[in-house]
């Protein structure tokens, strides 16, 4: 349980200041984790069970495979904010806290919650969820709500955190998080690349070095979802620019190349920085996405729009990707499709094919082709959808670097959902089976997303006994990953599907693993849906109190948990609200989500 506290000390409390400040995602959960750890918790079987999101949060005890291999990130490129692998760390250090406390029978008790980074409050608010459904663990939080000064209105994640401590039943408002000029964070205890990177983007070195530091942060806090401290480094950093001669660019990019191991990343390429005016656009595209993810999309546009009035000197590829940015978030957030297209088309002139382009302006062009075609896609111009993808295609003819391995994977995904919405379920089903063949398709987290498509498409073709297999194939791939949410999600489908074929057993088999899983993440919506489950199909209603009970203290699902409490007293109404098998595996991770729209 999570408790509002008055001013005062609690006998027997473990009590831990987290206003570390937004420099580094998960600072403040190690912190609270150590404080744990120093009072003599072990928190159970967590770090050698978990290895991969263990090391995330404390990378000296790594013992297991990277995080990356097992868990996929964001997506720049397609605006996607979605992130397994941070939801996997949150999941897995809220559970860590719950499970100390509860170990030690002491109370934690949390100070400066308001100031800690905004990854860590993410998920201390899904350990508030977590603490609902875990006896013994009880998280009590001080009143005090201080934050430091944000350095301009883009970096000011006030309203963010009160989203959080809302969602953690705290009465908080806007006007209880005061900004203190004064505020002093406490330094990490744990070294991070990305904590020694925000300090030295933010230090008094050189403008140069700075600037350079700050490049290669906003690339790491990208795949930690550290949207604060990549505003403050690029507000930041924005503002040194005046200062720096065009000479000083190559230092700040090769620095910048030479100071991270993702060089094989597709987000926030460094690459194509050739001018101070790349670098300017670099910055303010940074300040597009994070205004973008935070639901910000005017602040976004404006961002986006000023990355090609960064001067003469602007690289065509940042240019055509300020036109990008723009298209994508009219589109997918505004649904503004016309005014998207003219982006479009001031994106294709910015890179027209010429004799001697480089390979980097041809993958532009192959972005934009992409774009044009999920265009047409949301206009029901499916033909055109298609002959754009195919375009796009063509552009990427002998590229094969990481982004352009992204995009390929992208449009053979396209493509087959373009069949599969035309009503040529067969030709999608065929265009997936070869994208089996594409570069990583022999790992666990591809053949876990693919094996799920391949299944819904050949449920569709009614193909059931080879649906069946797949969805084997992606369980077998949930449980060596050690994805617990993706292994609730399926065995709840499958609990639904073989409910409709009428095979009871294996039906309970499903909801009686999902119920084990979702327990494992604390998730009482989905502890209620595999109760509900085995309700329906045994008829046995004793049983939909402790659904109602559940469904009612999620926070993080309160729609469907709402319309699952209120379908407990009729078996039909509540089988039609269990989930059934989709095409596509991806789903939103509401659990470490504060946002109100996608």
């Known amino acids: 349980m999570v408790m509002w506290l008055a001013e005062g000390r609690v006998p027997g409390a473990v009590e831990v200041d987290v206003a570390t400040g937004p420099g580094a ?7 609270a984790l150590q404080a744990l750890r120093a009072s003599g918790a072990t928190f159970g079987d967590l770090p050698g069970s978990r290895p991969a999101e263990w090391a995330e949060l404390f990378p000296a005890e790594a013992d297991g495979p990277a995080l990356q291999d097992v868990a996929l990130a964001p997506s720049e490129r397609r605006l996607h904010r979605e992130s ?45 969820e977590h603490a609902a459904t875990s006896p013994g663990a009880q998280l009590l939080v001080s009143p005090r709500f201080g934050v430091g000064e944000p350095p301009g209105a883009d970096a000011d994640y006030r309203a963010e955190k009160v989203r959080c401590l809302n969602r953690m039943g705290l009465p908080i408002g806007l006007t209880d998080l005061v900004p203190d000029p004064n505020a002093r964070h406490t ?25 350079s530091a700050a490049l290669t942060y906003c690339r790491l806090a990208f795949f930690s979802s550290n949207w604060e401290g990549m505003a403050s480094v690029a507000v930041s950093s924005l503002a040194l620019l005046p200062g720096l001669e065009e000479t000083a660019v190559e230092k700040i990019v090769t620095a910048a190349r030479d100071s991270d191991d993702l060089a094989a990343a597709i987000e926030f390429e460094p690459g194509i920085v050739r001018s101070l005016a790349d670098v300017r656009a670099f910055l303010l595209k940074v300040l597009g996405i994070q205004a973008s993810f935070r639901g910000d999309q005017a602040a976004a546009l404006a961002h986006f729009a000023a990355m090609r009035e960064s001067g003469e000197k602007l690289s065509p590829e940042l240019r055509a990707q300020a036109h990008l940015y723009r298209a994508l978030t009219l589109s997918k957030r505004s649904g503004d499709l016309v005014e998207a297209s003219a982006e479009l088309d001031a994106g294709f002139a910015a890179v027209a094919a010429r004799p001697d382009e480089s390979d980097s302006v041809r993958r532009e062009r192959g972005w934009l082709h992409n774009l044009r075609g999920l265009t047409f896609f949301a206009q029901k111009r499916l033909k055109s959808a298609f002959e754009q993808e195919k375009l796009a295609l063509e552009c990427l003819a002998g590229l094969t670097d990481s982004s352009s391995a992204h995009l390929r994977i992208n449009l053979y995904s396209n493509i087959s959902v373009l069949q599969e919405k035309s009503g040529r379920a067969e030709q999608a089903l065929a265009t997936w089976e070869k994208f089996s063949q594409a570069s990583g398709s022999s790992e666990p ?21 080879a649906a069946l297999d797949d969805l ?33 057993e294996r039906a309970l088999e499903h909801y009686r693993a999902a119920e084990d899983a979702a327990r494992r993440l604390a998730d009482p919506l989905r502890i209620a849906q595999a109760k509900a489950g085995r309700a329906v199909v045994t008829g046995d209603s004793s049983g939909t109190e402790d659904v109602v009970r559940f469904a009612r203290i999620s926070t993080s699902s309160p729609a469907k948990a709402a319309a699952l409490a209120d379908a407990a007293s009729d078996t039909r109404a509540m089988a039609a609200v269990l989930p059934r098998p989709r095409t596509k595996l991806n789903r939103p991770f509401d659990a470490v989500n504060f946002q109100d729209g996608p």
């Open 25 to 31: 995602s998960y600072d403040g959960l190690r912190r």
């Open 187 to 211: 330094p990490p205890e744990v070294f991070t690349p990305e904590a020694d990177l925000y300090a030295r983007a933010m230090g008094d070195g050189s403008a140069a070095d700075r600037v």
């Open 84 to 128: 397994e692998q941070v939801y996997r760390v949150l999941t897995v250090a809220a559970a860590a806290l719950c499970t100390g406390a509860a170990e030690l029978g002491s109370p934690l008790l949390l100070t400066g919650l308001a100031g800690t980074d905004l990854s860590s409050l993410r998920g201390f608010m899904r350990a508030a």
């Open 445 to 465: 987290a591809f053949r876990k997303h693919h094996a799920y498509r391949s299944a819904g498409l050949r449920l569709l073709v009614g193909e059931a006994t």
């Open 472 to 504: 084997a194939v992606t369980l077998e791939c949930a449980r060596f990953g050690r994805d617990d949410f993706h292994e609730c999600e399926v065995r709840l489908e499958l609990g639904g599907l073989h409910t409709d074929r009428g095979e009871s």
